[in-house]
């Protein structure tokens, strides 16, 4: 999967693909094209889920502009 085809959450900074028009993480509805990294969540319990503040295994960006 290209990068490219992604968008990020701008609430939860959860990647989902362009077509997608609500978070299914948040169930927010704003995005941002414009992000850098990418981190994926495989565990709830996982200390990664800690420091990034999420708790559902999904991709998420590293940053959000
Ligand atoms: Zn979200």
Redesign the pocket.
């Known amino acids: 999967m290209s990068a490219k085809t992604l968008k990020a959450?701008r609430?939860?900074k959860?990647l989902v693909s362009k077509e997608v028009q609500q978070?299914p993480?948040?169930n927010?509805t704003t995005f941002s094209d414009e992000w850098e990294g990418m981190v994926i969540l495989l565990s709830e319990k996982s200390e990664l889920a800690e420091t990034i503040g999420e708790s559902k295994p999904w991709r998420y960006a590293i940053n959000v502009k």
């Open positions: 959450c609430s939860c959860a978070c993480i948040c927010g």
